[in-house]
Nanobody, 121 residues
């Protein structure tokens, strides 16, 4: 079974930085796309950033210029470097992996458990 394990969340002051990591475990042959989502209380879950196995990236307008997504395909790990954090960035951040190929499944999709990011004013 595939699991996504996240780390790096926490409390930071406005203007500070955090780096989130998400590692996919299991016997995985390939992950087509990895992404970060976030959800604040009372709001819909939104896509923050995504990166394909070929290196193509996309960002939400609200984080462009501040966040950077990257991945290490050999480690099946995705990162989110968050700089110049604002209180509005406060949310639960979720890791997502799509197009996951294993021995039994050609294209699976999985979610991480979520990690809290809190930015104080």
């Amino acid at each position: 079974q595939v699991q996504l394990v996240e780390s790096g969340g926490g409390l930071v002051q406005a203007g500070g930085s955090l780096r989130l990591s998400c590692a996919a475990s299991g016997t995985i042959f390939n992950i087509n796309a990895m992404a970060w989502y976030r959800q604040a209380p009372g709001k819909q879950r939104e896509l923050v950033a995504t990166v394909t196995d070929g290196g193509t990236t996309n960002y939400a307008d609200s984080v462009k210029g501040r966040f950077t997504i990257s991945r290490d395909n050999a480690k099946n790990t995705v990162y989110l470097q968050m700089n110049s954090l604002k209180p509005e960035d406060t949310a639960v951040y979720y890791c997502h992996a799509d197009g996951v190929r294993t021995k039994l499944i050609s294209r699976g999709a999985y979610w991480g458990q979520g990690t809290q990011v809190t930015v104080s004013s």
